[in-house]
């Protein structure tokens, strides 16, 4: 992937001018920015006008402009068949093609703007960023799973559609946002995309693929929070904590310690707390989604968190609606469940988690009431007390004996042995006169 010496003669001042001007081109990066700028004032000329068709115009031009990345790429990285490597500055213009597949310019999401009549060129659009990804591929010799297109598609079908629910409503377009971070970040973590050389590489060409492949994830990390913060300001601030709460539980799902899932998945209900209140339901039910992940995958103590979670959305969402008559039901669905983790997985934190569960319905039922007053309050700890030490000594009674081996008995199985020469002769103290 590198770039040969430029011919003798000249000096150091043309070596410099040939890795300035040659191996790292500036005159690309002038282009882009160029290419940027004017598309943003151009989107403020237009802007008085009222939405029309100037935005697809420009919409336009960004799309020949990053055709024509792509054909350079291709021209210069092919190049190196006819004796002249240029693999270097194609790989610049590759990572800028990867750049403006992220809109920076933010036009394709002023389709929205058009209303209905801008689904079309969103569809063409998320079906121009596949096509690109493809002549990029080939361009540059790769091979990719079915996974990163997939992934890659999605995000792009996101950022191009979601805009168009900001029509329904402020709390409609925050869901749909908090929704497609979460879904599209554990697609990425779960799905584990691939891109490898579909050529033989040298050891730096490798490490070239390998830093390109890092570069393009943190330009894409980058954009995605970019838009989310733009986003944020004609939002407000309150729907803050709740992109990052969805970010948490997409960490969460990388992790392998149960500690560090459960501190994500805390952190990430305590955030959507601090957030709006509308969107606690939504985080609440996408920790329920993480949880049931990976309790499924490995430990059956998470299903019951997610039955707890579930009856929480349930209460919530029955709550917003006025259908609190139906909770009853909702609950009962909930106890089967923890009752089948107890019996097929021995689960017994399915114990306290029903317990909890029977007097929240209860309290909110009308069955129970919370208690007044210090009587009310000492008796029910008094009582609390019981059940925590009949609950500790069934699961002690009742849990699986575990085997602890027995310390080897043997010539090995004693102290340490002491110092070479005999044991250590100890002075007496000094006596101090």
């Not at 939405?51 to 790429?73: D, H, K, R, S």
Request: with cysteine.
């Amino acid at each position: 992937m590198s770039t040969p010496p430029p011919p003798a003669g000249g000096g150091r001042l043309r070596a410099l001018l040939h890795e300035w001007f040659v191996q790292y081109n500036p005159l690309y990066f002038a282009s882009a920015l160029c290419v940027m700028a004017g598309v943003l004032l151009l989107s403020q000329a237009f802007a008085p006008t009222g939405p029309g068709y100037g935005e697809v115009g420009l919409a336009v031009v960004l799309e020949l402009y990053q055709w024509l990345l792509i054909g350079a790429a291709a021209l210069l990285y092919r190049r190196r068949e006819e004796g002249r490597d240029q693999r270097r500055p194609a790989v610049i213009l590759g990572i800028m093609a990867m750049v403006f597949l992220g809109d920076p310019t933010f036009q394709i999401e002023r389709m929205a703007l058009l209303g209905g009549a801008g689904l079309l060129p969103a569809g063409l659009w998320v079906a121009s960023v596949l096509l690109k990804l493809r002549a990029l591929v080939w361009v540059f010799r790769l091979r990719v799973s079915v996974s990163f297109l997939a992934v890659t598609t999605l995000g792009a079908a996101a950022l191009a559609f979601l805009p168009q629910l900001e029509s329904f409503g402020r709390e409609v377009l925050a869901a749909g946002m908090t929704t497609a971070l979460f879904g599209v970040g554990a697609a990425l973590v779960l799905s584990r995309p691939r891109i490898e050389a579909d050529e033989a590489l040298s050891e730096w060409g490798a490490t070239v693929l390998r830093r390109s492949r890092k570069a393009a994830a943190w330009v894409w990390l980058g954009l995605a929070v970019y838009h989310l913060g733009v986003w944020s300001l004609s939002l407000g601030p309150s729907v803050l904590p709740s992109f990052f709460g969805a970010g948490m539980l997409v960490a969460a799902l990388r992790k392998r310690r149960e500690l560090s899932i459960w501190a994500r998945v805390a952190g990430a209900l305590g955030l959507a707390l601090l957030g709006d209140p509308g969107l606690f339901p939504l985080v609440l039910a996408l920790a329920a989604g993480t949880t049931l992940y990976l309790g499924w995958r490995r430990s059956p103590r998470m299903l019951v968190v997610t039955a707890f979670f579930t009856y929480l959305v349930a209460t919530l969402l029955l709550g917003r609606l006025g259908l609190m008559t139906h909770l009853p039901w909702a609950a009962l669905g909930v106890v089967l469940v923890l009752a089948g983790l107890l019996w097929r997985h021995r689960a017994w934190s399915a114990i306290p988690a029903a317990l909890l569960l029977g007097l929240d319905l209860g309290v909110r039922m009308g069955f129970l009431r919370q208690p007044e007053g210090t009587l009310e309050w000492g008796g029910l700890l008094v009582l609390g007390g019981f059940l925590f030490l009949a609950s500790g000594l069934a699961l002690n009674l009742w849990s699986p004996a575990i085997v602890v081996p027995e310390r080897p008995q043997g010539p090995g199985s004693g102290p340490p042995p002491g110092p070479p020469g005999g044991p250590r002769q100890v002075r007496p103290p000094l006596r101090v006169i």
